[in-house]
């Protein structure tokens, strides 16, 4: 039976994730079809509007939900509560990625340090100070992300010894955000 209701709640965050922060806000709280063709061609990280804020807050609030929730309830699951977050955050991330709603699809660093965040709060603090060291370095986000996305297993496992479900869990998580990333990589690297 909990196997079930795991499946369900799943399924359920998968969908969650596939609102798109940019599409519900351009068509509800603004009602300007701008925002999401501002948002698709948003580069910078330093040019936040009210509208691209909003954007933030929705994707953040998609991810957060699934993440809490499953850390809570995966003792009720029997599971790890920190396994529980890890398949929240990446069920709602997949569909923030490959949305069902075909309405954009989000690069998920948003989502990848809030999930993160739940999982090992030290493995995340490292991984976003690589981040940030490389940001400093290369003035773009690209290769700073990537490398930060595989920090966070490598000090997880290395480290803060998780159980061997969220230590396979995290590695999983990290490729699926690089495969995301994999066309920005090529077209960095092409440079």
């Known amino acids: ?13 998968y969908f969650l994730g596939s609102i798109q922060g940019s599409y519900v806000s351009s068509r ?8 999401v063709s501002d948002w698709q ?3 910078a990280l330093h040019t936040f509007t009210r509208e691209r804020v909003s954007v933030v807050l929705i994707d953040g609030i998609k991810i957060l939900i699934p993440v809490l929730i499953m850390f809570i309830v995966a003792s009720h699951l029997s599971l790890d509560s920190h396994f529980g977050a890890l398949l929240g955050g990446a069920s709602a991330t997949i ?15 948003e989502a990848f340090i809030i999930t993160s965040l739940f999982v090992s ?11 940030v ?3 400093a370095i290369f003035g773009r986000k690209t290769i700073p992300f990537v490398v930060s996305v595989f920090a ?14 969220t ?25």
């Open 133 to 135: 060291i490389l940001f």
């Open 28 to 35: 509800f709280i603004y009602k300007d079809e701008d925002v």
């Open 152 to 165: 966070f297993p490598v000090a997880l496992i290395l480290f803060f010894g998780p159980t061997f479900e």
């Open 95 to 109: 569909g923030h990625m490959f949305p069902f709603f075909k309405r954009g699809k989000g690069e998920a660093m």
């Open 167 to 191: 230590g396979m869990m995290s590695i999983l998580y990290s490729v699926l955000i690089f495969w995301r990333q994999k066309k920005a990589v090529n077209t960095f690297l092409a440079e």
């Open 121 to 131: 709060l030290p493995s995340a603090l490292i991984s976003i100070g690589v981040f």
């Open 41 to 43: 061609d948003y580069k």
């Open 1 to 13: 039976m909990s196997y079930l209701i795991l499946c369900v709640l799943l399924i359920l965050f």
